[in-house]
């Protein structure tokens, strides 16, 4: 099983990243996915998800700037972030939520 994160980076206030989540080993398609952050001196924040029936959630902190995609003839995850905040700054996650698999991380930093 392998989940690899890519897309981050550094990126100014009110710009625009998308992360993606290349998923291998499983069965992708009916997999409930989400994506979670680890907030600096905060801890674990979840951002965003798809249940196994294929609804969206999103938190608070997100809503209306973030959205979650995936394509499941590529076995990737998507969440595009728009009008991003330094607040946001955090190594973002995928996980496969029903066998509690997680990516490696990647960094993704909002400053000006």
């Known amino acids: 099983v392998q989940l690899v994160e890519s897309g981050g980076g550094l990126v100014q206030p009110g710009g625009s990243l998308r992360l993606s989540c290349a998923a291998s080993g499983f069965t992708f398609s009916s997999s409930a996915m989400s994506w979670a952050r680890r907030l600096p001196g905060v801890g674990l924040e979840w951002v965003s998800g798809?249940?196994?029936?294929?609804?969206?959630y999103y938190a608070v902190s997100v809503k209306d700037r973030f959205t979650i995609s995936r394509d499941n003839a590529k076995n990737t995850l998507y969440l595009q972030m728009n009008k991003l905040k330094p607040e946001d700054t955090a190594v973002y996650y995928c996980?496969?939520?029903?066998?509690?698999?997680w990516g490696q991380g990647i960094q993704v930093t909002v400053s000006s």
């Open positions: 798809f249940t196994s029936d294929g609804n969206t």
């Open positions: 996980r496969a939520d029903e066998y509690d698999y």
